[in-house]
């Protein structure tokens, strides 16, 4: 096995040169020959933020992604979707029990609160990911390199756990129909606690895809860059697996901790112990 490694890193090492001429090459071919209506398009629009000329760096950056969201998603789009989904949920509401929509709506609802704290910092990439390609730009600028970071993760973060929350309270709120054996205090206990560990599991998923991005800059794909294939593919399953093997290490001792708080309070408040262990798994996070 050892002769087999040694063979296979002195292979790699052989390869290295080749392969980065090789990839140079193609990627100087992919962008001379990228057309140039596939760039995102930008509308100014009134936003009602105006940044302040004074003030801690990393708000200029949490400024930058949010104009640069808001310039190409509609807010009359978002005000649209959220009124739909205030609507099915006051219509689930109204159905009852009886009818299988409440329960559907609920697990959607559910799923859409666990896609957004394990799936959606894979996905939205307004941060370091985006901004890799200006990073000669960055580094010339008299800012701390932690707050640069810090900036880039706050918008993101931020939306992504905002969208969680609401989820979680379409979730809570139709939440009888599908966990009919639970007590309200569970539910209203669980989904408080998932409130809580929200923002954590979101922030530090966002910090390991800006670690990557700064010390294996290789395995980013450059600002709107997505490339096609199985090898991409393979690349992504990679980068999701080792996602979330670090977030279990990041999030196991709060999680440690987390238990001792309800082993502490459970036999006294009961179900309400969730929400004191949530809040200390996600400072020891933090």
């Known amino acids: 096995a050892a002769l087999v490694l040694a063979g296979t890193v002195l292979w790699v090492l052989s390869i290295d040169s080749a392969f980065q001429e090789t990839a140079v090459a193609m990627a100087d071919r992919r962008a001379s020959e990228q057309p140039s209506g596939r760039k995102s398009s930008y509308r100014a629009r009134s936003t009602g933020w105006t940044l ?14 949010a104009m640069q969201t808001l310039r190409i998603v509609d807010k009359g789009t978002l005000v649209r979707i959220v009124a739909i989904l205030f609507a ?16 559907m709506l609920g697990t959607f609802a559910i799923a859409a609160t666990g896609f957004a704290i394990f799936m959606a910092p894979q996905i939205v990439r307004v941060d370091l990911r985006q901004d890799l390609a200006n990073l000669e730009v960055l580094k010339t600028w008299p800012i701390k390199a932690a707050a640069v970071v810090r900036g880039e993760m706050a918008w993101p973060g931020a939306v992504i756990t905002v969208v969680a929350w ?22 209203a206990a669980a989904a408080t606690a998932i409130a809580i560990l929200a923002p954590a599991l979101v922030f530090a998923q966002l910090t390991i895809h800006n670690a990557v991005a700064l010390i294996l800059p290789a395995w980013v794909p450059l600002g709107n860059q997505r490339q096609r294939g199985l090898d991409a593919m393979g690349q992504r399953l990679i980068m999701l697996g080792g996602t979330w093997l670090l ?36 400072v020891v996070v933090a």
Not at 254 to 264: E, M, R, S, T
């Open 166 to 187: 609401v989820m979680a309270a379409v979730a809570l709120t139709l939440s009888a129909t599908v966990f009919s054996s639970a007590s309200i205090a569970w539910r």
């Open 247 to 282: 977030l279990v290490l990041m999030v196991l001792p709060g999680a440690i901790a987390a238990g001792i708080v309800w082993f502490a309070f459970n036999r006294f408040i009961g179900p309400a112990a969730l929400v004191p262990a949530a809040l200390v798994c996600t």
């Open 52 to 65: 302040a000329p004074t003030g801690r760096p990393e708000t200029a950056f949490a400024w930058k992604a």
């Open 88 to 103: 099915l949920t006051i219509a689930g509401l109204s159905m009852g029990r009886s009818s299988g929509f409440p329960a």
